[in-house]
């Protein structure tokens, strides 16, 4: 277990990498984790409350228009968590940084959560709209295709004992479902165009949206990135005690 | 390489009923089917292509479990690692073994089992034609899902987790070639699709299987 300080090292890191040691990883996060609680709190209340009760009712979708502030932020991070999760395990493969292994741990829970929110809204919104809570949609599928994704990667986490072992393997099997996952968004493409020619369900939210539901929108983006953000550092940070801790405990019982 | 192969055939047809299993499985499920959704034989050829599909698919991911397992009781995997036949080549092998003795017997029996369904003329050819190049893909992928949980503890239902959703862009490719020539649809971009899919997964998916077996005999 090295997750302790390694002074012997004679040419010591600078910059970003340095905070590959755990010990100056730890001392930032907990510097900064407070100031990004709050700026995520405060563009969470901020933006919900202004997309919620002070923009207008858009015509066709009258008050459901409301969900997307809730919808397209987290859609965006259930991608991004993953995105975020591959680039985490190259460096613990490349690197070997147990901090890094440690964040994607750390985020995937996140991810999944983002998932199913970006999911379930999606639902409350499609039932008004569409008048079905789930299409086979090509989105809609490569959600819920991703979410698979995120459940078989937590569960080869959980299934294996040792950490070491385990960040291996999940790391591999990030690379290559990334792979997978790209691949899987354009066959679910593919196979939808095949069964109805031009499905009319997908319309594309980007290009209706007006500058009123806009600001909001990004000040919702910002505030569920800065919770993102805030999750990861807590939760690597308590991976890393945790490590530490059953590090200890091995050496106390050694002794 | 060819010893190898040819060890694996002969211990797969003879190690008691692991050769005739997954076809027994998937003749079951085909049977199954009518008895799920109704004995109508429009609705039962409009549907068969893709219970074809997916039952060859749970018949070769049934029989992933025993593809490396045995051999990692044994020992025989730690004499593979350290033999001078590249890991990457000998779980090529093992793939292949798997195939020949669950994709291509599935292959041959899913005309047979078409009858069942009543799937229309048209689509006989194009079934096993999507079958021939879809099922390898399936082998090697399966190889890597089993790679992976090698050394987990009954991880066989970890193991459909992991590898059911990394079947997907094969079975959406391969099922859509059955269906469209089932329907007298022109089924040649899909074709050419899985053949995409199988060239590559066979190319890459051997040395991602062989980077988790090494993690796993550490």
Request: aromatic content about 10%; overall charge positive.
């Amino acid at each position: 277990m090295s997750m302790t300080e390694d002074t012997a090292t004679p040419k010591r890191p600078s910059g970003f990498w340095s905070y590959a040691n755990p010990v100056k990883f730890l001392g930032l996060s907990e510097r900064v984790l407070p100031a990004v609680w709050a700026l995520a709190a405060i563009s969470l209340v901020v933006g919900l409350i202004w997309g919620f009760f002070f923009t207008p009712n858009a015509d066709k979708f009258e008050s459901t228009v409301k969900i997307i502030y809730l919808h397209v932020p987290s859609a965006m991070m259930a991608i991004n968590v993953w995105v975020m999760m591959l680039v985490t395990s190259l460096i613990w493969l490349i690197r070997r940084h147990h901090v890094s292994a440690l964040a994607a741990k750390a985020a995937a829970p996140v991810g999944v959560v983002m998932t199913l929110i970006a999911l379930c809204t999606g639902a409350i919104w499609g039932q008004p709209m569409w008048g079905t809570w789930w299409a086979w949609d090509p989105r809609l599928t490569s959600f819920l295709i991703l979410f698979l994704f995120y459940l078989g990667y937590i569960a080869l986490w959980e299934a294996i004992e040792d950490p070491d072992t385990a960040a291996d393997l999940t790391s591999v099997l990030c690379l290559v479902g990334s792979v997978f996952a790209v691949l899987s968004r354009y066959a679910v493409n593919f196979w939808n165009q095949g069964l109805h020619q031009g499905a009319s369900l997908s319309l594309d939210k980007e290009e209706n949206v007006a500058d009123v539901f806009y600001f909001p929108l990004l000040v919702c983006i910002a505030g569920f990135v800065l919770l993102f953000l805030a999750l990861v550092l807590y939760r690597t940070g308590t991976e890393i005690r945790l490590r530490r801790t059953r590090a200890l405990q091995a050496r106390e019982a050694r002794l | 390489m060819t010893a190898l192969l040819r060890r694996d055939l002969k211990l797969a047809i003879r190690a008691g009923g692991g050769f005739g299993l997954g076809l027994a499985f998937f003749l079951i499920v085909t049977v199954l089917v009518p008895f799920g959704v109704g004995p109508q034989s429009e609705l039962l050829s409009r549907i068969a292509p893709g219970i074809l599909w997916l039952g060859a698919l749970l018949a070769c991911l049934l029989s992933l479990d025993r593809l490396l397992a045995l051999d990692w009781e044994d020992g025989t995997l730690d004499l593979l690692a350290t033999s001078p036949l590249p890991l990457e080549a000998a779980l090529s092998v093992k793939a292949l073994a798997h195939w020949i003795t669950t994709g291509l017997p599935l292959v041959l029996a899913a005309p047979v089992l078409g009858i069942l369904l009543n799937l229309p003329a048209a689509g006989y050819g194009w079934l096993v034609l999507s079958l021939l190049l879809g099922t390898p893909a399936l082998s090697v992928i399966g190889t890597f899902g089993a790679a992976l949980t090698v050394g987990v503890k009954r991880g066989g239902l970890l193991m459909s987790l992991l590898v059911l959703p990394l079947y997907v862009p094969t079975l959406i490719f391969g099922a859509e070639v059955a269906r469209r020539g089932a329907t007298g649809m022109d089924p040649v971009t899909p074709l050419l699709m899985l053949a995409g899919i199988s060239a590559g997964v066979i190319a890459i998916m051997p040395f991602a299987s062989a980077a988790a077996l090494r993690v796993n005999l550490r």
